[in-house]
C-alpha cells in the first residue's frame, strides 16, 4: 500500500492547500483534478438512459470533492464514510491506485490516462438549480480547452 501511495504522490506536485489526505500524505490540486476527470469520463461514457439516471450521483460527487478540496477541515480517505455524495469519488481513488500498482498495465498507458483524465478534471464543472431540499444538478460540462497556439503567442 506504502508503494501504492508513493507512486500516486510522486506524480504530482504536493500542494498545502491539499484537504484530502491518503494515509496522511495531502491530495495535490492536479490530483483532485484526475479523480474528477476520471468520474466525468465515467459519466460520459454511459449509455445516454443511463445519465439521466446517474447525473445527480456523478455531479454530487464532483462537487463534493470540490468543496473537499477547498475546506479548512482536513478528510482522510480511509476514515471517510461512503455517502451518496462521496462514494463515486472514493471508489475513483480505489481504481486509480490499483491501476497504478498493476504491473501488467504498460507505464505509457498508465501516463496516458492519468494525463488524459487530469486535463479533463481541471475542465469540469456541474450545472445545478437549488431544490427545496439540496441542489439539483441538470447537467456536467468541460470548458473549451484552451487553444495552445494562443497562450504561446502571449
Known amino acids: 500500500m506504502k ?3 508513493i507512486i500516486f504522490t510522486c506524480l504530482f506536485a504536493f500542494t ?6 491518503l494515509e496522511g500524505k495531502p491530495f495535490s490540486h492536479s490530483q483532485i483534478d484526475t479523480v474528477k476527470g476520471f468520474l466525468y469520463i465515467t459519466y460520459v461514457e454511459q449509455a445516454k438512459e443511463d ?5 445527480q450521483v456523478f455531479a454530487r460527487s ?3 470533492l470540490n ?3 477547498a ?7 480511509s476514515k471517510l464514510k461512503e455517502t451518496l455524495s462521496n462514494a463515486p469519488a472514493l471508489a475513483a481513488i480505489a481504481f486509480i491506485i490499483v491501476m497504478l500498482q498493476d504491473p501488467d498495465q504498460p507505464e505509457y498507458l498508465k501516463d496516458h490516462f492519468l494525463q488524459y483524465w487530469t ?3 481541471s475542465r469540469v464543472y456541474t450545472v445545478f438549480r437549488k431544490g427545496k431540499t439540496r441542489k439539483v444538478y441538470s447537467a456536467i460540462f468541460l470548458r473549451k480547452e484552451k487553444n495552445k497556439n494562443e497562450s504561446n503567442k502571449k
Open 51 to 55: 445519465r439521466k439516471e446517474t447525473l
Open 3 to 5: 508503494f501504492l501511495i
Open 71 to 77: 475546506s479548512k477541515r482536513v478528510y482522510e480517505v
Open 16 to 21: 498545502a492547500q491539499a484537504k484530502l489526505t
Open 62 to 64: 464532483i462537487d463534493w
Open 67 to 69: 468543496s473537499v478540496h
Open 119 to 121: 486535463d479533463r478534471g
